[in-house]
């Protein structure tokens, strides 16, 4: 089956510091693309990263970085300088041809004051 | 640019009622997706439209779930009759392409409890 696994359940960090939500997948397909997604308790899913597996540079979006490790299917979030409002779920999805998406279980991560 | 709308937010049902979902897509994003999240699990998805064609809908429960979007533009979900098991958030996105894949972005959800 073409999935992807998020192994923490919950992660907690503190304020301020570096906290890495893991993933990793499988796929047959050979371009594909990856992303985090954060949900909050309002429960909007909002596009946190993306990285196009073709592309060996990790992307980076201010204090979000990726990890993607494309012979091991490893596709890991850093956030760095944990702030509140990073509290949230987090899931990891990646591609099914073009459009769709598949998703992970999601990691609950706390921010600790 | 405004974002993905959905109403209602939240909605309680006595089983074997029917309910309805609405979404508003982004606009001109041409493909709108409805995914299920049942508590504690990560989005599946129900179906997908391509304008006011149906892309994929092999998830959907059609013996109990509809959806159509009617103009390609606003979508709507029914269930009728609603089961207990329907409880979960239903989540709308809209999608646009960059570079060889759409990005999705999704609506606020709405809450189902059934009771």
């Known amino acids: 089956a073409q999935t992807v696994t998020q192994s923490q359940p919950e992660m907690s960090v503190q304020e301020a510091e570096t906290v890495t939500l893991s993933c990793t997948y499988d796929?047959?397909?050979?371009?594909?693309?990856l992303f985090w997604y954060k949900q909050p308790p309002s429960r909007q899913m909002i596009l946190v990263i993306r990285?196009?597996?073709?592309?060996?540079q990790n992307a980076t979006e201010n204090r979000f970085s990726v990890n993607f490790q494309k012979a091991a299917k490893s596709f890991s979030l850093k956030i760095s300088d944990s702030q509140l409002g990073d509290a949230a779920m987090y899931f990891c999805?990646?591609?099914?041809?073009?459009?769709?998406?598949?998703f992970g279980q999601g990691t609950r991560l706390t921010i600790n004051p | 640019e405004a974002g993905v709308a959905q109403s209602p937010r939240y909605k309680i049902i006595e089983k074997r009622q029917s309910v309805a979902f609405w979404c508003n897509p982004i606009s001109g994003h041409a493909t709108l997706y409805w995914y299920q999240q049942i508590l504690g699990q990560g989005p599946k998805l129900l179906i997908q439209f391509q304008n006011n064609g149906v892309v994929d809908d092999s998830q959907l429960p059609k013996d109990r779930f509809s959806a159509e979007r009617l103009k390609g533009v606003d979508s709507t979900l029914k269930i009728q009759p609603a089961k207990l098991e329907d409880s979960a958030v239903y989540l709308c996105?809209?999608?646009?392409?960059?570079?060889?894949?759409?990005?999705?972005?999704f609506g606020p959800g709405t809450r189902l409890t059934v009771l």
């Open positions: 996105a809209s999608s646009v392409r960059q570079g060889s894949t759409d990005t999705q972005y």
């Open positions: 990285q196009e597996a073709y592309k060996q």
């Open positions: 796929t047959s397909e050979s371009d594909y693309y």
């Open positions: 999805a990646r591609t099914r041809g073009a459009q769709k998406l598949v």
